[in-house]
């Protein structure tokens, strides 16, 4: 009888448990019915083992391997100053202009004038790592591995390095570059601040260190394989001539690449907050034309 009585007990703490677990699903799914994934930020996200190697990461809502694809941001700051919070004063243009996309913007190591710590490659290295590591973490994040990848200024002479020299790394679908250093030997004697800091960054002049500036220069890697390219620079810059990115344009016609260049007039370098969401628009109509 005993034994009886306590096998019916269980049975029916059993029963209480599983109605209790259904209407606990039931409840979650009735709270929300679509099953979308909520938009989720994760802030200082470590890809290697420095330090200066994190990124933040901005996950949409609704978000879908599937329909969700993603843009990598990467900051200015002549490679020596910035970082990835440079990104947050255009998150809200740029989400309105790609409302599907998950944005990823990061940091990378910068050159100290002072004790010469970080010079060339290290920037271009560190972009790679990041990359490699966002390609290891899609899955995790319910996002596809489409990437756009996009920067302005230093960031955006990483983003079109990248895009072109390590086209391996990451599905690089397409390249967005604001004010760009293109030609870093015809950069050099533009003003004082590009002699230091090239000097500096480079080890020497374009004639003492000619492979290094060749290597680390996005004209150099261009070729008719190359991504399709979307760029921006002010007529008025003093700080990186247009004169960058018109070579950029002839290199790009004679390889036969895809590709979109846009002076923007009475612009200096970094434009007015005013300006970004109209050109982020021609951004998403230039790559939602490619696929």
């Not at 998150?91 to 990061?106: G, K, M, N, Q």
């Not at 390219?229 to 810059?237: A, K, N, V």
């Amino acid at each position: 009888m005993k034994g009886r009585n306590s096998s019916f007990f269980e049975k029916f703490i059993l029963g209480v448990f599983l109605i209790l677990a259904f209407w606990s699903c039931t409840s979650e799914q009735d709270g929300n019915p679509s099953g979308e994934l909520a938009a989720l930020d994760l802030s200082d996200q470590s890809y290697g083992s420095k330090s200066t190697q994190i990124l933040d990461v901005y996950l949409p809502a609704g978000r879908s391997i599937e329909d969700t694809p993603l843009l990598i941001y990467i900051h200015g700051g002549a490679w020596i100053e910035g970082s990835k919070d440079e990104f947050k004063q255009f998150r809200t243009a740029l989400s309105a202009a790609l409302p599907d996309y998950a944005f990823v913007s990061i940091n990378y190591s910068l050159y100290d004038l002072g004790s010469g710590i970080n010079k060339f490659p290290t920037q271009e290295n560190d972009v790679i790592e990041a990359i490699s590591y966002v390609q290891s973490k899609t899955a995790e994040w319910n996002i596809s591995d489409t990437i756009i990848l996009a920067g302005a200024s230093a960031g955006g002479h990483l983003a079109l390095l990248h895009a072109y020299k390590h086209e391996s790394v990451g599905d690089i679908k397409a390249v967005v570059a604001f004010f760009p250093p293109t030609d870093l030997a015809a950069l050099y004697d533009f003003s004082f601040l590009t002699v230091t800091g090239l000097g500096g960054l480079l080890g020497g002049d374009p004639v003492e260190r000619a492979e290094a500036y060749a290597d680390s220069s996005p004209i150099t890697f261009i070729d008719s394989q190359s991504v399709p390219t979307l760029f921006f620079h002010g007529s008025e810059d003093t700080v990186v001539p247009i004169s960058q990115s018109l070579l950029l344009e002839s290199v790009l016609i004679e390889a036969g690449v895809v590709h979109k260049f846009t002076t923007v007039p009475n612009q200096g370098h970094g434009f007015t907050l005013e300006t970004y969401p109209s050109l982020f628009q021609q951004a998403a109509v230039f790559i939602n034309d490619l696929y």
